[in-house]
């Protein structure tokens, strides 16, 4: 007799025997013995899941001579002539060759005969998906409304691809994939059958790489049967050998040598594997699927990732012991490197070139900074452990690392060589550097040089000296932040303050109505121990300089006694601490208002505006070093 392979040897003949699947046995079961039979069934689900089985033991029920039953004797002609295939009354079509309409026409044709001597004339359709659009739509009317005692039996792995007409015209059931549980105890009844010496091991790592089809797993059994020896049983390695794939213990070097940085190491390795015969692809497919377990394995408890790795019990020990220094975000990393490695050799006229740049590449573990180092990090700075200031910040560029504390400011020699240098402030020690607003980065000697020019001291009760003052009292920071940038002092008297505000967005938060005038109130109280009479926020007037040039001139009348200039104080206070929130306001206070500012460059208020900063207005930048290290303006 000719050698029968297992997959057809063992194939179910009845419905009890159909492996998995049990929802689908119920149905039918129920069908058959309640005599609610349909005129058309679609079978759908992966290969190797039964579906053609089903169809012909499904057609033995209902045309055995003892039937309808769901135990069909497999003695009777019927029954042998549906399991040689002998085409009397149960009809195979393979769709894939048969696809056209002149075949839908000729099923049409034939569909009229009545059976020659069953119950039933079935046609069992395979691959129906393959059928032209043209051939489905010559089925649609005898689908729908065949001819007594005729039923269609369709097959499809691809679903979607079957015409939603033809679909409504059927009941529909779907073949899930078979459990690796199931298939290795049925792998292991049909080794005792046949007398394959193999391990439980073997028979698991052959169901886990099936796909869940019992086709395929009883097929690389029936080829590993051709290794059975008395001596020893057939193990997982001999699998690996037989199919070229890549054992544990080379995935393993592998893998170590990857996640410990040593590309020396790993490229030796991955040249040893090479040389073995293993393609590229399927070296970088093993790792994949390597990696895939280990991520499994530190993602999830012992009792779920057990049944899910396709390892056994000492490789899955081994494994987890691999893992103990390594976080997940790392394997993702990898695993998201390989499979976009192994595109690429599928397109690559040099396969191995890219295969050692994928393992140098994987191989740059190192480099990636832990997540917990960076969590670490982002935990100090939302808790206020460093100063969280945000300096010309944009939506697109990545905010500059916090400016640390300097040490000891000390005043620098004046210049001899040139008659309008001032004395400025120099800083011992750091050297942060930070945003100007030309976009220059400059170093804190430079920002707080610009900060902090040492001239003679201004009238304590001139406008400058006053408006700064007053905004030293506005209890919240994003509000100071905002005045600072978008509002001009115009008079600032114990009888009158009035601050001009061109943006008409922040004109309304600050104006009488908002819901910041009070902020402005309680400084200005603050500033003069009293209450102000009148505080008027508005918009820009003509008559503004004239108002702000009385008020400089009588500061200036009373001529106060004056200061020494003194050295700037060491900064060994400790930086103000800002909650998120108002840097956030404050932050997006600038970004919102940039563009207004910019076109309004060339009207009188900027004029103003850039008239007074060279003497009396000084840049956000500055201002923000005197917030961050509480330091002075002294000219």
Request: aromatic share 6%.
């Amino acid at each position: 007799m000719n050698y029968i392979p297992l997959y057809r040897k063992y194939r179910p003949q009845a419905i009890e025997q159909i492996v998995g699947q049990e929802h689908i046995k119920r149905a039918l079961a129920n069908a058959i013995q309640m005599d609610r039979i349909s005129h058309a069934y679609l079978f759908t689900g992966p290969r190797g899941t039964g579906k053609t089985s089903t169809a012909r033991i499904f057609a033995k029920s209902l045309n055995c001579v003892n039937g309808p039953t769901i135990s069909p004797c497999n003695e009777c002609e019927n029954c042998k002539n549906i399991t040689n295939s002998i085409p009397i009354d149960v009809i195979e079509i393979d769709a894939a060759s048969n696809r056209s309409v002149n075949d839908a026409d000729e099923i049409i044709q034939k569909v009229a005969l009545a059976p020659v001597q069953s119950r039933y004339k079935i046609y069992i359709i395979d691959e129906v998906h393959m059928l032209t659009n043209q051939a489905f739509n010559a089925l649609l009317k005898t689908l729908e409304e065949p001819p007594k005692n005729v039923i269609f039996i369709l097959a499809t792995t691809e679903v979607h691809k079957v015409l939603d007409t033809i679909k409504s015209r059927c009941q529909r059931f779907d073949f899930k994939r078979i459990t690796t549980s199931d298939i290795a105890k049925h792998l292991r009844y049909i080794s005792d059958q046949e007398k394959i010496n193999i391990t439980d091991d073997a028979l698991s790592y052959i169901a886990q790489n099936s796909a869940g089809g019992m086709r395929d797993s009883i097929a690389l059994l029936d080829q590993l049967s051709v290794l059975n020896s008395s001596d020893a049983p057939i193990s997982v390695d001999d699998i690996n050998s037989l199919l070229g794939r890549l054992s544990f213990n080379s995935l393993t070097s592998l893998f170590e040598a990857i996640v410990s940085s040593n590309q020396n190491g790993a490229l030796d390795i991955l040249n040893s594997i090479y040389n073995q015969g293993n393609e590229p692809t399927q070296i970088l497919s093993n790792l994949l699927e390597y990696l895939r377990n280990a991520l499994i394995l530190k993602s999830v408890n012992s009792e779920l990732s057990n049944s899910v790795v396709q390892l056994n019990e000492e490789q899955t020990k081994f494994l987890k012991g691999k893992l103990e220094n390594l976080e997940v975000h790392q394997l993702v990393s990898l695993i998201d490197k390989c499979a976009s490695y192994i595109k690429d050799l599928k397109t690559t006229t040099n396969p191995k070139l890219w295969l050692d740049v994928a393992i140098l590449d994987m191989s740059n573990l190192v480099e990636n900074t832990k997540l917990e180092d960076l969590q670490r990090r982002i935990s100090a700075l939302e808790s206020g452990e460093a100063p969280k200031m945000i300096i010309n910040a944009s939506p697109y560029s990545t905010p500059p690392s916090p400016v640390k504390k300097p040490e000891v400011m000390k005043p620098m020699k004046k210049d001899i060589n040139t008659s309008n240098a001032q004395p400025v402030v120099q800083k011992e020690t750091s050297k942060a550097t930070v945003n100007s607003d030309s976009g220059k980065n400059l170093t804190e000697e430079e920002v707080l040089t610009d900060a902090v020019p040492m001239s003679k001291a201004a009238s304590p009760n001139s406008l400058k000296n006053l408006w700064v003052k007053l905004l030293e009292n506005v209890s919240s920071f994003p509000s100071r932040a905002i005045l600072k940038q978008q509002a001009l002092p115009v008079k600032i008297t114990p009888e009158e303050v009035i601050i001009s505000i061109k943006n008409q967005n922040w004109l309304k938060q600050f104006g009488p109505e908002g819901s910041k005038h009070n902020f402005i109130v309680e400084a200005s109280n603050s500033l003069f121990g009293a209450a102000v009479k009148r505080v008027i926020v508005r918009s820009p007037e003509p008559g503004d300089d004239n108002i702000r040039k009385e008020q400089s001139e009588a500061g200036d009348d009373e001529k106060p006694a004056p200061e020494v200039s003194k050295p700037v104080k060491s900064f060994e206070k400790k930086a103000p601490e800002y909650t998120p929130s108002e840097v956030k306001e404050a932050v997006e206070a600038n970004i919102e208002d940039d563009s207004s500012q910019d076109e309004d460059n060339n009207s009188e208020s900027s004029s103003i505006v850039n008239k007074s900063s060279k003497n009396s207005y000084h840049s956000d930048s500055v201002n923000i070093v005197m917030d961050l290290f509480e330091g002075k303006l002294i000219e």
